[in-house]
């Protein structure tokens, strides 16, 4: 079971839910929690673990080698990026805007454009008792989030190749490309809102997104409490099911401002967890069948 938490906007509470759902289940079974927000990755300001393993993570980037290069200028035609462009006499490459396709290195006729490693972040895995903690971080300056989340996944399946592990991905905000990108292979995505108009412009964002994707998704609402009903009526109309809803409460936020979790320690938050924890079996059972 491959679990997505994301959302429309930054803010909701993915991070949260991340991370206390899956202290949650590890108590009783092996759970793989996966930070794809690399951008920011924060789920480690509540897990404790001890690092087990830690390496730099590289995009192959063409680098040009003007003696061999004829100025054809055909590897600028097949960038669909502008990452290659040909001046004059001169092949600019633009490391930020190229995306690794490898189309001007092979479609080269004289080989003037091998591809290159390029360090653009690291990763690292923590072990805390039941629980695996995996997370990516890009290096600053870095701009494209796209192809460490997909090395980031790919370690997660290499090192965890079994089909009966939960892995919980916490993703990042919005509905751009380093979100489909966490996403995409997910068996269940849990949509986090909150229920204000800011909260209910951007989950309708992230339902599209996810309809578009062909997705089975839940909506979990954090703050419960503040805000209007306008989030419930939209789930209601469009028959989404509301799998959770955790309580505006002073506690959660000064426990989340401490970086402690708060699973065990507020009752009722342990309470929506066992909802959403009810919701994955079932789905997991309906998928087996």
């Excluded at 108590?27 to 404790?48: A, Q």
């Excluded at 091998?114 to 971080?137: Q, V, Y």
């Amino acid at each position: 079971m491959k679990i997505a938490i994301a959302s429309g906007k930054g803010g909701t509470g993915k991070t949260t839910l991340s991370t206390n759902l899956s202290s949650f289940l590890s108590e009783t079974e092996s759970i793989i929690l996966v930070d794809l927000d690399v951008e920011e990755p924060n789920s480690g300001l509540f897990i404790n673990g001890n690092l087990v393993h830690q390496e730099d993570k590289f995009k192959m980037i063409p680098e040009w080698i003007n003696n061999q290069c004829q100025l054809c200028g055909n590897c600028q035609k097949v960038c669909n990026f502008n990452a290659v462009m040909k001046l004059g006499k001169r092949i600019m490459v633009f490391p930020e805007l190229c995306h690794g396709c490898y189309a001007c290195s092979e479609l080269c006729p004289t080989n003037s454009l091998p591809m290159k490693p390029k360090r653009m972040g690291e990763l690292k895995h923590f072990k805390l008792g039941n629980l695996d903690f995996i997370e990516s971080k890009l290096i600053i300056g870095e701009e494209q989030a796209v192809p460490l989340i997909k090395q980031t996944l790919e370690y997660v399946d290499k090192k965890f190749p079994k089909d009966n592990i939960i892995k919980i991905y916490d993703s990042p905000p919005g509905t751009s490309c380093p979100v489909i990108e966490a996403t995409k292979d997910a068996d269940l995505v849990l949509l986090i809102t909150e229920p204000t108009p800011f909260g209910l412009h951007d989950l309708k964002l992230a339902v599209d997104t996810m309809k578009e994707l062909n997705k089975n998704f839940g909506i979990v609402i954090n703050r419960y409490g503040i805000g209007d009903d306008k989030v419930l009526s939209y789930c209601k109309d469009n028959n989404i099911p509301i799998i959770a809803k955790i309580p505006n409460d002073r506690k959660i936020a000064d426990l989340y401002s401490d970086g402690k979790l708060h699973n065990k320690v507020i009752p009722v938050v342990k309470k929506q967890l066992e909802k959403v924890r009810d919701y994955i079996l079932e789905y997991q059972t309906k998928k087996m069948k």
